[in-house]
């Protein structure tokens, strides 16, 4: 009992360690916010794109704030796949939902 004990407490904790890095996407009338932190930090420099939009095939870095506007211009309401790489090489992934503009 105590052996499964600590095998799920380490198990947890190294989960809770990789939810501080990641991206948060937030929807607006043209487009999205999205902003990529690393360790609860905002990345600045990262690399931000939508991947599966084929009007916004675009790059866009991500200011000291670690936040970029990224414009859509879509004729129907989609799922749309965002992938950022910082200036160290990580990468993040996020899909979103977005209505039509």
């Not at 600590?6 to 990641?22: C, E, K």
């Not at 905002?42 to 870095?61: G, I, L, M, R």
């Amino acid at each position: 009992m105590k052996k499964s004990n600590i095998v799920l407490t380490s198990m947890l904790i190294a989960f809770s360690s990789m939810s501080f890095a990641g991206m948060k996407v937030v929807d607006s009338q043209n487009g999205a916010w999205v902003t990529v932190t690393d360790n609860g930090k905002p990345v600045a420099d990262a690399v931000v794109k939508a991947t599966n939009v084929a009007q916004s095939q675009a790059e866009y870095k991500t200011n000291e704030k670690g936040r970029v506007f990224i414009p859509l211009t879509m004729n129907a309401s989609k799922a749309v796949k965002y992938k950022a790489v910082t200036p160290e090489g990580k990468e993040f992934g996020r899909f979103a939902f977005h209505g039509k503009s």
